[in-house]
């Protein structure tokens, strides 16, 4: 069974200085990796993926995520952190290629990502 | 702006009630998905859609009727809710899990439905 694991409930960082937002995942065959923001009272919205190649994937609003195939790890990162940056950040995976229900996305715990001004 | 659109934004209903949400996308996708969310919590699957067919029920309680009627729409039933299931009812699309491409895997998802159940 594939698995996420996002170990900080909470990052509180300062506008300004860099910001990450770890993921561990564990999944049979090669992992698709995801991350998604959630604003308050809004939906999820796509920030970027990987799926094979460059292992440092760029996104939107200047974030970036490294995969790390060795630590089976996706951290977020962004090097300086906005005010507006602060939202719930889901990592998400799924395995290639699909098989019965694995086939769909498993979502991590979340990350409440607080930015101090 | 999202292109996955959900009505509506609120409803409060009491048990006894029918009402239903509604989701559309004209992305192309052949694959919609209905989502409970909690407060500060991930998304659960609820439903998948692949081709206008119901391929997934996480064994979704009854008082919840999905309907595609169309490989734009989606819908979720809703009867005889209870307190518990007041959530955030999301919907999200996607090319279907078999499909190769460039856009294979992530999910778009819409704004969701806050549901209030007295």
């Known amino acids: 069974a594939q698995s996420v694991a996002q170990p900080e409930d909470q990052v509180n960082v300062a506008e300004g200085n860099p910001l990450t937002v770890k993921c561990t995942y564990s999944?049979?065959?090669?992992?698709?990796l995801f991350w998604y923001v959630q604003y308050p009272n809004r939906g999820l919205q796509f920030l970027l993926k990987?799926?094979?190649?460059?292992?440092l994937v760029k996104g939107s609003y200047g974030f970036e995520a490294e995969f790390n195939k060795s630590q089976t790890s996706f951290h977020l990162k962004k090097p300086f952190a906005l005010v507006s940056d602060s939202a719930l950040y889901f990592c998400?995976?799924?395995?290639?290629?699909?098989?019965?229900?694995?086939?769909?996305?498993?979502f991590g715990s979340g990350t409440q990502l607080t930015v101090l001004p | 702006d999202t292109e996955v659109t959900q009505t509506p934004k609120h409803l409060v209903m009491g048990m006894t009630n029918k009402k239903s949400l509604k989701c559309e996308q004209h992305?192309?996708?052949?694959?919609m998905y209905w989502y409970k969310q909690k407060a500060k919590k991930p998304p659960e699957l609820m439903f998948v859609?692949?081709?206008?067919?119901?391929?997934i029920n996480e064994s979704v309680p009854s008082r919840f009727s999905p309907e595609c009627p169309n490989s734009s729409l989606l819908n979720l039933h809703l009867h005889a809710l209870q307190p518990e299931d007041s959530a955030l009812y999301l919907c999200?699309?996607?090319?279907?899990?078999?499909?190769?491409?460039?856009?294979?895997?992530?999910?778009?998802f819409g704004e969701g439905s806050r549901l209030t159940v007295l």
């Open positions: 859609y692949s081709y206008e067919k119901l391929s």
């Open positions: 999944v049979s065959g090669n992992p698709y």
């Open positions: 999200a699309s996607s090319h279907p899990s078999g499909d190769r491409g460039p856009n294979t895997g992530e999910l778009f």
């Open positions: 998400a995976v799924r395995p290639y290629p699909f098989a019965g229900s694995a086939r769909q996305l498993t």
């Open positions: 990987y799926i094979t190649g460059d292992n």
């Open positions: 992305m192309g996708h052949r694959a």
